[in-house]
Nanobody, 128 residues
Framework: QVQLVESGGGLVQPGGSLRLSCAVS????????IGWFRQAPGKEREGVSC????????VYAESVKGRFTISRDNAKNTVYLQMNSLKSDDTAVYYC?????????????????????WGQGTQVTVSS
């Protein structure tokens, strides 16, 4: 079974940056689309970004375009989410998720139920 482990969360001031990491099982990045989601208290889980397995193409939610960048390092079996210009609205638990049968298309919001495997989450708090 695919395993995903997030790290890199923490407390940051508005305007600051954080880089989240998602370490995945061996030989998984070549065969899985990997997405990042977030969930704030009292809100539904929201898709943030996705990177596809085949061509490495990426998808972003409108709310993070131009501020967040998803990338992967196949040698380290790790997917990253670089978050810049952070706002208080970005405060949430961030999850990475993977699925072998999914291609993330830039034609609508990412759907959590499309991803079969999930990490445990990492807290990001943006506050002064």
């Amino acid at each position: 079974q695919v395993q995903l482990v997030e790290s890199g969360g923490g407390l940051v001031q508005p305007g600051g940056s954080l880089r989240l990491s998602c370490a995945v099982s061996r030989f998984t990045l070549d065969y899985h689309a990997i997405g990042w989601f977030r969930q704030a208290p009292g809100k539904e889980r929201e898709g943030v970004s996705c990177i596809n397995r085949s061509d490495g193409s990426t998808v972003y939610a409108e709310s993070v375009k131009g501020r967040f960048t998803i990338s992967r390092d196949n040698a380290k079996n790790t997917v990253y989410l670089q978050m810049n210009s952070l706002k208080s609205d970005d405060t949430a638990v961030y999850y990475c998720a993977g699925d072998p049968d999914l291609y993330c298309a830039d034609d609508g919001p990412l759907i959590a139920s499309d991803f079969g495997s999930w990490g445990q989450g990492t807290q990001v708090t943006v506050s002064s």
